[in-house]
């Protein structure tokens, strides 16, 4: 006899069985003998027990049997360590300069411009005497396999003014990694230009969301074992990351870092592999990118600065001016805990008193009190 199946390799499921191989030898037949085992539904720890009776005459020996379960549920074990990856198209983010923001037909229009530099070349190149309107500097994202007229296409700069807020509307753009990471360059390359709003909040929601993917690719099982909603997860990350709070996502990094460090050097000088070939390389490398990423993102310096000039203040200490204002506000008052323990030592006092009156006093006192 051997036991057998998905629950002795980690592949259950809800509602898998334990399998029980019985070798036999008599005249019985294995499917009469399986239905009497089995009429019952034999239930162990509320796990389901499937006993399987072979024949050398028929299935064969647990010799010639085993092999063949062996290979099954290694297949199983390989498939669920290597789940099927479903193909993501990928997306072209390009800029488009137009001599009419308004009306892109009249005037010039360029498309298909692939950097930043080259599309504040051809926006400044168009002359302001034969301007067709208010020129503008849009953003272009094409997804793979889908036709032009699908695409996602905004104006980011028109005239002297890029206008950030209106983003809020456009999840298609604010969605997309390098979509922002192209806005954040030409905010960049233009300082002279007024900005209405910021890239602050769509920058922390894709950092989070890359955090979130690296852990779900570095500990696929741990991770599933561990978050029950991922979209909470990163709305959780995304906070964190915005308010600074982001010492757990450092440690986090550097582990792997070191982790990989460590089995890349066994790759390398242990086995030889190359060291672009070495997938512990290569997930170091993805961690020190997010490392960066997090150590390049500064957003509480922003937020003070604006705190700063709401409170008239000169230095970079936040909330300085406004706490010196409420200490002047609270300065004499008296809070509810010392209230209370004032209370306290008068009842305390008087309870005392009150036991060292003689007796009848006392009694009287009650009396009246009554």
């Not at 498309?111 to 849009?138: C, F, L, T």
């Not at 910021?198 to 852990?215: H, R």
């Not at 001016?321 to 002047?328: D, I, L, N, T």
Request: charged share 35%; hydrophobic share 35%; glycine share 6%.
């Amino acid at each position: 006899m051997v036991v057998s199946g998905s629950r002795c390799r980690g592949l259950e499921k809800a509602g898998s069985d334990l399998d029980v191989v019985v070798e036999y030898k008599g005249r019985e037949h294995e499917d009469d003998l399986f239905n009497a085992f089995n009429e019952d539904g034999l239930m162990i720890g509320g796990i389901k027990v499937d006993i399987n009776p072979i024949t050398e005459g028929k299935t064969g020996t647990l010799a010639t049997y085993l092999p063949g379960v062996e290979s099954y549920l290694a297949e199983k074990q390989a498939m669920q360590k290597a789940p099927a990856v479903e193909a993501i198209p990928e997306k072209i983010v390009t800029l488009t300069v137009a001599e009419c923001g308004e009306f892109h037909s009249l005037g010039e229009f360029h498309e298909n411009i692939a950097s930043v530099e080259e599309a504040i070349a051809v926006w400044k190149s168009i002359p302001p005497e034969r301007m067709n309107g208010i020129p503008s500097i849009g953003i272009n994202i094409h997804t793979e396999g889908t036709e032009r007229y699908e695409d996602v296409e905004m104006d980011i700069l028109s005239g002297k003014v890029i206008d950030l807020e209106v983003l809020d509307y456009v999840p298609d753009i604010t969605d997309d990694p390098k979509a922002i990471e192209v806005i954040a360059e030409l905010l960049d390359k233009l300082p002279d230009i007024e900005v209405r709003g910021s890239l602050e909040k769509w920058q922390a929601a894709i950092l989070a969301s890359e955090i979130d993917q690296f852990s779900y690719d570095y500990d696929t099982y741990q991770y599933q074992d561990t978050v029950e909603d991922r979209e909470a997860q990163v709305a959780n990350i995304t906070e964190d990351i915005r308010n600074g709070n982001t010492g757990y996502l450092n440690d986090f990094l550097n582990a792997v870092i070191s982790e990989g460090v460590r089995e890349g050097i066994t790759d390398i000088f242990g086995q030889g592999v190359e060291i672009d070939d070495s997938e512990a390389v290569q997930t170091a490398r993805r961690a020190k990118e997010l490392l960066d990423k997090l150590a390049e993102y500064k957003p509480l310096a922003k937020v003070e600065e604006l705190e700063e000039q709401n409170y008239n203040m000169i230095d970079n200490v936040l909330n300085n001016g406004a706490e010196k204002k409420e200490k002047e506000q609270t300065k004499g008052r008296i809070s509810i805990k010392e209230k209370l323990a004032e209370k306290k030592a008068v009842i305390e006092q008087r309870d005392k008193a009150e036991r060292t009156l003689p007796e009848k006093e006392t009694e009287k006192k009650s009396q009246r009190e009554m």
